[in-house]
């Protein structure tokens, strides 16, 4: 199967410094990547689609310059939290799809915690 | 809009019993769904997953049956193990097979299997 890791599992920061949370495809090149956000006993929440090469599309409500998302490579996209505040604080997960698949299936990397003081 | 869970509803089955989770989505235009796991701590496991054109499909153990008509998924799993112990979400897929593809989660049910 396919293989998504995350980096760091656990981040712990103070409020105001910024965070960087990397998202590899391990077996496979990902044109696309998405970023979800959870929060305890809730829903994953799409919160952008990284395209590689191009700029990332976010979804409504979700602001660009706070959740910075760079897509520089087929098997690596970064999540960078800019001067994070203790509202922040949640589960991160990626995923990547693998393309040319009949089924154009998602699969997910381990999610990153991340605790901002 | 999206659907986003306010609670997370809770299935109690017993060892060997067979589990049904249901699942209500939100766009009449999706025309792929998948059913993820999720145990705690941890990202989403692929279970199953089916087509618009397709109203049953079986895997080892699982089942999942879809009703385009009233917009409802179900997953049913046989013989339920503690294993199966886990968070469930359905989701659907936007614009499959287009630039805007993405997946939009449901609320999630947890199961919770009794030895």
Request: charged share 20%; proline share 4%; net charge positive.
């Amino acid at each position: 199967g396919a293989v998504v890791s995350q980096h760091p599992s656990r981040v712990i920061c103070k409020s105001g410094t910024s965070v960087k949370i990397e998202c590899r495809s391990l077996d496979f090149q990902a044109t696309t990547m998405f970023w979800y956000r959870q929060f305890p006993k809730k829903s994953l929440m799409l919160m952008a689609t990284s395209n590689e090469g191009s700029k990332a599309t976010y979804e409504q409500g979700v602001e660009k310059d706070k959740f910075l998302i760079n897509h520089a490579s087929l098997t690596l996209s970064t999540l960078t939290v800019t001067s994070a505040h203790p509202e922040d604080s949640s589960f991160y997960i990626c995923s990547a799809r693998r393309p040319r698949t009949s089924t154009d299936t998602q699969y997910f990397g381990p999610g990153t915690r991340l605790t901002v003081l | 809009g999206e659907s986003v869970g306010l609670h997370l509803p809770t299935l109690s089955v017993q060892e060997g019993d067979n589990s049904i989770i249901n699942c209500a989505y939100s766009n009449s235009a999706s025309d792929y769904f998948i059913w993820y796991k999720q145990e705690s701590g941890k990202g989403p496991q692929f279970i199953i997953d089916i087509r618009s054109n397709m109203d049953k499909r079986q895997g080892q153990r699982v089942t999942v049956l879809l009703n385009k008509t009233v917009k409802h998924l179900s997953l049913q799993i046989a013989a339920t193990q503690p294993g199966d112990s886990a968070v469930y979400f359905c989701a659907e897929n936007w614009g499959y097979g287009g630039a805007t593809n993405k997946l939009i989660f449901g609320t999630g049910t947890l199961l919770a299997v009794q030895p």
